[in-house]
């Protein structure tokens, strides 16, 4: 519940902002591609553009810290390959242990009380 509100006073602000500016560059611009020449040119409202060059950034910045991170990917689906291979060899251990003695697969100890740097305490006025 706590999020849902922290997004709708970030988002409503946010987009009531683009919404102005919207309303307010509603002019058509003129955008030419090739500054030096007679090139390719096309009149858009203002807000398109800037709009449009907000969503390229925000693309292009995506895509450069996920190309910046696949590093980090990699190293995580090795890693995992590596703890499911541990994992699997320690189970065929233990069965394989466990048909040599006979006995069932070890299972974990229970939790205890107390651990064992701090002793539990023994009464010790009724052991006399």
């Given amino acids: 519940m706590l999020r849902r509100i922290l ?3 970030i988002v409503l602000p ?11 560059n509603r002019q058509p611009v003129g955008l030419v591609v090739d500054p030096l020449g007679s090139g390719w040119s096309v ?3 203002l807000f398109l553009i800037v709009f449009a060059a907000l969503i390229a950034g925000v693309v292009l910045g995506g895509a450069s810290v996920w190309l ?4 980090w990917r990699r190293a995580a689906r090795r890693n995992e390959r590596e703890a499911r291979r541990a994992k699997a060899q320690a189970e065929d251990l233990q069965a394989s242990l466990a048909a040599r003695t006979g006995t069932s697969p070890a ?3 229970p939790a205890l009380a107390s ?12 052991a006399a």
């Fill in 7 to 9: 997004t709708i006073l």
């Fill in 43 to 45: 009149e858009l409202p």
């Fill in 14 to 24: 946010i987009s009531v902002g683009l919404v102005m500016l919207a309303v307010a």
């Fill in 115 to 126: 651990s064992p740097a701090t002793p539990a305490l023994v009464d010790r006025s009724r």
């Fill in 107 to 109: 299972r974990p100890a």
């Fill in 68 to 71: 910046g991170q696949g590093r």
